[in-house]
């Protein structure tokens, strides 16, 4: 098997897997001038000489971290279907950096971090053989670091995991997770719980829960949970199935965090007690009856920075995304009335093409308002809802005119 290649850019800007001083490709370009100028002495040349040695130091002292850290890439890695080793590398880091929060660690506690998880890996029987590299003393050949790296990356590309059963109680264990993470973020506590196995291994995946919920749901904006909510309200009506009812109770808890009062809304949205779920126990915040619940047609990433506002409800949709969810609903049902939603508001400024083609057909409703939400003369304003009276509510084009209602 050829030598693993390394990139120390990755690792520390990408990854903080190592720390970003001194950077690397200032590294490298030190190492080119020493290298170019030979035993010729030139200005500069003492700070260059020092910045390699403090890297290579810096390295020396690292070597094992690295060497766990690639090790524990290469086995979360093997859970994709498919890429190459280096993609499931990449994708392993990336897991392990998203996860365990790599950026907000010093070396010593990323070194102990992974050190607990290579040894949950070793309990598992394809894992069993995998060792951490030793630190590599001063002025020593790096062979036996190489040889070990070599050995582990080898099994980690031709071991048998996850098999179908292990995927399922991985999975299983990823959902429980996300519900206790949920439980705590609806009742306002911050501990968002220790990371697991499974966590990994849905992150480097890109599997469900983690595809749809972050670890730290209090950063997830309107669209991430206008998302969650879509995603279930989907999955809920494309067939049986415990999936499909953990989603739909997912959705249900979505819809109560950006605002809305899940109790008026319509029956067929309603979720019973029956058929347990990971999510029953999970709590569903006070309604705050606010006096406009809006459904929000996206045209832009200004929603994108949003965080939800339970004092104004607004559930965030692209026209695309309002009519998949409309066309999975019982017949002779809607979205905005099942929520329900007194305002339709689309987001301005929008893209320009999206000005003449973006079509949202409503019914006619006497208590449906119609308006935008974007900027205003005096910059960006994301407390106010700007309405507009519409003149065919049937259907609906933009541009639409702007009026502004206090």
């Excluded at 010593?108 to 029987?125: H, M, P, V």
């Amino acid at each position: 098997m050829t030598a693993p290649v390394i990139d120390f850019t990755a690792l520390s800007a990408r990854h903080h897997i190592l720390p970003t001083t001194p950077a690397w490709p200032s590294v490298q370009e030190a190492m080119q001038r020493l290298e170019s100028h030979g035993d010729h002495e030139y200005k500069g040349q003492k700070a260059d000489a020092g910045l390699v040695d403090e890297f290579a130091e810096l390295l020396r002292h690292d070597s094992r971290l690295i060497g766990v850290a690639l090790t524990c890439a290469a086995a979360l890695g093997r859970a994709l279907e498919s890429g190459s080793r280096t993609e499931r590398i990449e994708r392993g880091l990336a897991a392990l950096n998203a996860v365990y929060r790599l950026e907000a660690l010093n070396q010593k506690e990323k070194t102990t971090t992974l050190n607990r998880l290579l040894a949950e890996l070793n309990a598992i029987d394809a894992w069993k053989e995998l060792k951490a590299p030793a630190r590599l003393p001063r002025r020593a050949i790096a062979d036996n670091w190489k040889s070990t790296l070599h050995e582990n990356l080898e099994l980690a590309s031709t071991a048998g995991w996850p098999n179908h059963q292990e995927w399922q109680s991985l999975s299983a264990a990823a959902w429980q997770s996300a519900a206790e993470r949920l439980s705590n973020f609806v009742t306002g506590r911050t501990d968002t719980g220790k990371p697991t196995l499974a966590d990994l291994v849905t992150h480097a995946t890109n599997a469900l829960p983690a595809s749809l919920l972050k670890l730290d749901l209090g950063s997830m904006t309107i669209v991430d949970w206008s998302k969650v909510f879509l995603s279930g309200l989907v999955r809920a009506y494309s067939g049986p199935g415990t999936r499909n009812r953990i989603s739909k109770r997912l959705a249900h808890r979505a819809l109560a965090i950006l605002g809305f009062n899940v109790s008026e809304t319509a029956e067929w949205l309603q979720v019973g007690s029956a058929d347990p779920s990971p999510f029953d126990g999970v709590g569903v915040p006070a309604p705050t009856h606010a006096p406009i619940c809006a459904l929000v047609i996206r045209t832009g990433p200004l929603l994108t920075q949003w965080l939800p506002d339970r004092e104004r409800p607004i559930l965030a949709l692209t026209a695309a995304e309002f009519a998949s969810a409309n066309e999975q609903l019982p017949k002779g049902q809607s979205l905005f009335h099942a929520l329900p939603v007194q305002l339709i508001a689309f987001e301005l400024p929008a893209e320009p093409h999206l000005l003449t083609t973006t079509k949202v057909v409503v019914r006619k409703s006497p208590s449906l308002q119609l308006g935008y939400i974007g900027e205003t003369d005096a910059g960006m304003d994301p407390t106010s809802i700007h309405i507009i009276a519409p003149k065919k509510p049937e259907d609906i084009f933009l541009p639409l005119r702007r009026m502004t209602v206090v």
